[in-house]
């Protein structure tokens, strides 16, 4: 039986610190050795990760997810040679694990993509100047 949005975002939200400790994980394992990992996002992955899940199971859009996250995200000043690239790509891929693992039905599954793609726009627009409640930007040199 396949899970319908409602349910795995109630499934998500549940596993918000499991999910963000899993990730937490994958980035470490995925540092090459020549510079640790950029934990740009680690102040915020719970966070939007339960935002993510309740997205889902209130049958709000996606990008809501980002609009509704709070905590500290640490950018790098100039080019950061992809690390939050892959912070977003390794999210990406444990959130869809999850929903794989849930038996999620391909619309939980599109929206949560969407959530993490909308959540990738946000940092850019946080890179590029802008705002979001509840955020706050730290600069790393």
Do not use: Y
């Not at 998500?12 to 740009?40: K, V």
């Not at 309740?54 to 500290?72: N, S």
């Not at 949560?112 to 990738?120: I, L």
């Amino acid at each position: 039986m396949r899970l319908d949005a409602r349910r795995t975002g109630e499934a998500i939200a549940a596993a918000r610190g499991e999910l963000a400790r899993i990730w937490r994980s994958a980035r470490a394992t995925a540092w090459d050795g020549r510079r640790p990992p950029a934990a740009a996002l680690d102040g915020v992955v719970e966070a939007f990760v339960g935002a993510v899940g309740e997205a889902l199971a209130r049958g709000t859009p996606p990008e809501e997810a980002w609009a509704r996250t709070t905590g500290l995200v640490r950018l790098q000043a100039g080019p950061d040679g992809g690390a939050l690239d892959t912070e977003w790509r390794l999210l990406g891929e444990v959130l869809s694990s999850a929903c794989e693992t849930l038996e999620a039905d391909a619309d939980a599954t599109d929206r949560v993509a969407q959530a993490v793609d909308a959540g990738r726009r946000g940092i850019e627009a946080l890179r590029a100047g802008g705002r979001l409640p509840g955020v706050a930007v730290a600069w790393r040199r």
